[in-house]
T-cell receptor, first 113, second 112 residues
Framework: DVKVTQSSRYLVKRTGEKVFLECVQD?????MFWYRQDPGLGLRLIYF???????EKGDIPEGYSVSREKKERFSLILESASTNQTSMYLC????????????FGPGTRLTVT | DQQVKQNSPSLSVQEGRISILNCDYT??????FLWYKKYPAEGPTFLIS?????DKNEDGRFTVFLNKSAKHLSLHIVPSQPGDSAVYFC???????????FGTGTSLTVIP
């Protein structure tokens, strides 16, 4: 059974802190994604990675960076957390070949105070 | 600019009746469409997909219809069940690529 895990379900951080969100998958999928979900805005892509050490910006990369040192792990980094980064963060994976659906983790609810 | 739109934030349907969720898109390059279901405190789960070479795809109680000329797709759930109550997202991609564009979601409530 496909599994995507995220390091925390809930996280509270202070403005200016550096925040690490970790995502681990056990499906050997090449592609991994980070989204944020906000009311009225749906899911918006922050970054994705199609291979180890490879990354591409999504629609809203500002204020974020990512790291993919191993195939199974994709980290999202908030260099200096701000209150407008309070959101639900979702990690997802996808095979390079068909079928094209994404598998999502349970999400991390991040609150920046 | 939102390339995928779900104009109904919420929908209520009686158990046993049909639920119809709608999705519109603006980018004519989109050629692969998916629907996901999301329960509270969980990540979205894949429900059904359709390629632009088809106009209909069916999986059990779920059917997705694609109208390319109108840039519109819809998800039909028949019969609706209380367990279908969730937020439904449509998503689209071009050339089955890596970037998927999601709609804002429709919250479906199925009333027993």
């Amino acid at each position: 059974d496909v599994k995507v895990t995220q390091s925390s379900r809930y996280l509270v951080k202070r403005t200016g802190e550096k925040v690490f969100l970790e995502c681990v998958q056990d499906m050997d999928h090449e592609n991994m994604f980070w989204y944020r979900q906000d009311p009225g805005l749906g899911l918006r892509l922050i970054y994705f990675s199609y291979d180890v050490k490879m990354k591409e910006k999504g629609d809203i990369p500002e204020g974020y960076s990512v790291s993919r040192e191993k195939k199974e792990r994709f980290s999202l980094i908030l260099e200096s957390a701000s209150t407008n980064q309070t959101s639900m963060y979702l990690c997802a994976t996808k095979r390079r070949d068909p079928p094209y659906e994404q598998y999502f983790g349970p999400g991390t609810r991040l609150t920046v105070t | 600019d939102q390339q995928v739109k779900q104009n109904s934030p919420s929908l209520s349907v009686q158990e046993g009746r049909i639920s119809i969720l709608n999705c519109d898109y603006t980018n004519s390059m989109f050629d692969y469409f998916l629907w996901y279901k999301k329960y509270p405190a969980e990540g979205p789960t894949f429900l059904i997909s359709i390629s632009s070479i088809k106009d209909k795809n069916e999986d059990g109680r779920f059917t997705v219809f694609l109208n390319k000329s109108a840039k519109h797709l819809s998800l039909h759930i028949v019969p609706s069940q209380p367990g279908d109550s969730a937020v439904y997202f449509c998503a689209a991609s071009a050339n089955t690529g890596n970037q998927f564009y999601f709609g804002t979601g429709t919250s479906l409530t199925v009333i027993p």
